[in-house]
């Protein structure tokens, strides 16, 4: 009767841990959680590429300089993955307006938060029926 109470409570606490670490927060919520890792949804309002055309930066703002702004840095291997992935030419175009999901540690460039996303398993394109 003990270890089926011990394991009850065991299959109880994974399942509650297991919810709360899907439930994704949003980008204001974010920045306030540096160097800790976070599942992040946000909607791409603009996105630019390095001068090497390389890396991608999404960002929840219409600026990466406005007040609140939160970039997402798609380092050039993951990039190349989502485009492959998502079968897209022009990232900024393609990105730009869609519902993004992002796992990954929280860090600052500039003073401003960002989360760099090195793996494209790291990040996806949410269908309207996935967004919270």
Do not use: H, W
């Amino acid at each position: 009767m003990q270890r089926l109470l011990v394991g009850l409570c065991l299959m109880f606490g994974f399942s509650v841990l297991a919810m709360a670490q899907e439930k994704a927060i949003g980008p204001d919520e974010a920045a306030k959680m540096v160097d800790k890792t976070v599942k992040m949804e946000m909607k791409v309002e603009s996105a630019g590429m390095d001068k090497n055309k390389s890396n991608m930066f999404l960002n929840s703002k219409s600026s990466f300089k406005e007040d609140g702004n939160f970039t997402v840095l798609v380092r050039a291997g993951a990039a190349e993955k989502l485009k492959e992935k998502y079968k897209f030419n022009d990232p900024i175009k393609f990105f730009k307006g869609k519902t993004i999901q992002v796992d990954g540690k929280v860090g600052t460039y500039n003073n401003k938060p960002q989360l760099v996303v090195d793996g494209s398993a790291q990040l996806k394109v949410l269908e309207e029926n996935e967004k919270k």
